[in-house]
């Protein structure tokens, strides 16, 4: 079983930038494709980014297109999103999240293994 730890969030000003990280512990992060999903206050659980295995092939929500850059390093057992021209908006707790396949990635019960989160603020 795969355990994630999420890092990298913070307080930043409208218009910043952020970079999280999503490290791999257990296994083999090369086995899991991966997503970033986001919660505010009050409301659902959201796809932002994902990632297939090999970092080929990328998959993004439409409010982050332009924005945020998924990206993976499979030796260091780490995802990452880049968060650039952040809105008062991307306030929220960022997650990371596996699974086996690379589809429908927009529903966060298609994935199996979940980090803990990492607040995002960002202040307008």
């Known amino acids: 079983q795969v355990r994630l730890v999420e890092s990298g969030g913070g307080l930043v000003q409208a218009g910043g930038s952020l970079r999280l990280s999503c490290a791999a512990s257990?296994?083999?992060?090369?086995?899991?494709?991966m997503g970033w999903f986001r919660q505010a206050p009050g409301k659902e659980r959201e796809f932002v980014a994902a990632?297939?295995?090999?970092?080929?092939?990328?998959d993004y929500a439409d409010f982050v297109k332009g924005r945020f850059t998924i990206s993976r390093d499979n030796a260091k057992n780490t995802v990452y999103l880049q968060m650039n021209s952040l809105k008062a908006e991307d306030t929220a707790v960022y997650y990371c999240?596996?699974?086996?396949?690379?589809?429908?990635?927009?529903?966060?019960?298609?994935?199996?293994?979940w980090g803990q989160g990492t607040q995002v603020t960002v202040s307008s």
């Open positions: 999240a596996g699974r086996f396949a690379f589809n429908d990635n927009y529903y966060s019960t298609n994935y199996r293994y």
């Open positions: 257990g296994r083999s992060l090369s086995s899991y494709a």
């Open positions: 990632i297939s295995t090999s970092g080929d092939n990328t």
